[in-house]
């Protein structure tokens, strides 16, 4: 149950890189500096995404050893 409740926020972390994705697209021309804040939630969601992905997969495998 536990893996299933981390895997969800991994794909959370990707819907939130996505939609900030579409906030950039949207607020580009309007406010740069809006859109480069939004950049800066995309990369920090994307590297959310694969750092939690790397401890679930680690967590499990010490808990398949035991």
Do not use: P
């Not at 939630?41 to 050893?65: C, E, N, P």
């Amino acid at each position: 149950m536990n893996n299933k409740i981390f895997q969800l926020f991994e794909y959370l972390y990707l819907a939130m890189a996505a939609f900030s994705i579409y906030l950039v697209i949207t607020n580009w021309s309007a406010d740069r500096n809006k859109a480069y804040l939004f950049v800066l939630f995309t990369i920090v969601a994307i590297f959310m995404f694969f750092f939690k992905r790397s401890f679930r997969k680690k967590l499990k495998q010490r808990s398949d050893k035991h």
